[in-house]
């Protein structure tokens, strides 16, 4: 089996960390990173001591994950393996992708010991085939109930998918001070703990989905 170069390494942390970054779920966590070449660096270092044995690392990143495990949920850590899959197998052959991945599922048990005292719970191909644990009625201008016209929030642990059949409507993030339109084009993901508002634009068909898991791949 063929051990990734230093290339190749670099090329992985960076796919990974740029899929991490646009991701629903786990971007709002590493929002805390205020220099990202230094973190892409000293997580290049780390991958490299992990798979080529080269020492480089010098940290403990048991230490540096706890002191952001208030941010953090169990189900993280397979979205963190799922996306570290996706990068590992874009650059690597087969065999040595393999290999990665089961240094990073190893990495991310030892994580979710630590933190929340609880091994990882693997995602079977079922679960995979995400269906949304609750849908709402079709709703139009004339039949949405007022409340989910005013400012609310999604539950943690919980994303929304609006999905508009016809027509639009307005979305306000009340977090972060951005507005956007949903039509059947572009259906709108709510993270959890998210703080939004709809906007009356005109005349529309709309549902909602419920999901318990990031339902991004869906959209």
């Known amino acids: 089996m063929q051990i990734p170069t230093e290339h190749q390494i670099s090329l992985i942390v960076r796919t990974f960390y740029?899929?991490?970054r646009s991701d629903a779920d786990l971007g709002p966590v590493f929002a805390v990173v205020n220099d990202w070449e230094e973190h892409i660096t000293r997580l290049t270092e780390f991958w490299s001591s992990v798979a080529a044995m080269t020492g480089k690392y010098k940290g403990n990143p048991v230490a540096m994950h706890l002191i952001h495990a208030e941010r953090m949920r169990p189900g993280m850590f397979v979205r963190w393996?799922?996306?570290?899959?996706?990068?590992?197998?874009?650059?690597?052959?087969?065999?040595?992708?393999r290999m990665m991945q089961a240094k990073a599922s190893r990495i991310a048990t030892r994580l979710s010991m630590a933190i929340f005292s609880k091994a990882l719970t693997p995602v079977s191909n079922e679960c995979r085939q995400q269906r949304p644990f609750r849908r709402s009625a079709d709703f139009s201008e004339?039949?949405?109930?007022?409340?989910?016209?005013?400012?609310?929030?999604?539950?943690?642990?919980t994303w929304l998918v609006v999905r508009?059949?016809?027509?639009?409507?307005?979305?306000?993030?009340?977090?972060?001070?951005?507005?956007?339109?949903?039509?059947?084009?572009?259906p709108q993901m709510v993270p959890p703990g998210t703080r939004y508002q709809f906007e009356l634009i005109g005349p529309f068909e709309i549902r909602f989905e419920f999901f318990d898991r990031n339902p991004s791949s869906l959209l």
């Open 18 to 20: 740029n899929r991490v």
């Open 81 to 97: 393996l799922e996306l570290w899959t996706e990068a590992t197998n874009a650059v690597l052959l087969p065999e040595t992708a």
């Open 142 to 157: 004339a039949t949405i109930p007022e409340q989910l016209l005013r400012p609310q929030s999604t539950d943690q642990g």
């Open 164 to 186: 508009v059949g016809s027509g639009a409507i307005g979305y306000r993030d009340l977090d972060r001070g951005m507005k956007s339109v949903v039509d059947h084009e572009r």
